[in-house]
Structures are given as structure tokens and as C-alpha cells.
């Protein structure tokens, strides 16, 4: 449920655009009276990217593979 809360307030951040903190803090505020502690959350779960100050919104990751698939099974020689 965390993550799906992070993906919400992450796509109010717009891809390949720069935010600074205080941009982030603003954005969030509405949503808790500590926006330091979302701001965190999203950096932490891979919602949001940051350095030296400047934060974005990080690309969405495909899903990974259900641990049943590993990849090519035996393969089928039709005998």
C-alpha cells in the first residue's frame, strides 16, 4: 500500500523536469504537515531521484519477472 501511495504523489513530479527542495516540499505540503517525511519516502522507495539538492521524478521500472519464470524451459525436441 506504501508503494502504491508513493506512485500517487509521485505523478504530480513531471518527467525529465528538475525540482528543488523547496519546489518538493510545496508540492507535498498539502498532503501532510510534514512534507520532509514524503519527500524522504519517495526518495527511499525509488519514486523520486535526488543529488546535491535537486530532485526528479525517476522513470517507471518494468515489474519483475513472477519468480516461476527463470527464464527458457526444457525445450521440446518432438520425438
Known amino acids: 500500500m506504501l508503494?502504491?501511495?508513493?506512485?500517487?504523489?509521485?505523478e504530480r513530479f513531471e518527467l525529465d523536469r528538475l525540482y528543488d527542495?523547496?519546489?518538493?516540499?510545496a508540492m507535498l505540503a498539502?498532503?501532510?504537515?510534514?512534507?520532509?517525511?514524503?519527500?524522504?519516502?519517495?526518495?527511499?522507495?525509488?519514486f523520486l531521484g535526488r543529488r546535491n539538492g535537486v530532485y526528479w521524478r525517476e522513470r517507471p521500472h518494468p515489474p519483475p519477472a513472477p519468480a516461476w519464470d527463470t527464464g527458457p524451459g526444457?525445450?521440446?525436441?518432438g520425438s
Open 3 to 10: 508503494d502504491a501511495a508513493c506512485a500517487f504523489l509521485a
Open 21 to 25: 527542495e523547496a519546489e518538493v516540499n
Open 30 to 46: 498539502e498532503d501532510a504537515p510534514d512534507p520532509a517525511t514524503l519527500r524522504r519516502l519517495l526518495v527511499d522507495h525509488g
Open 74 to 77: 526444457p525445450q521440446h525436441t
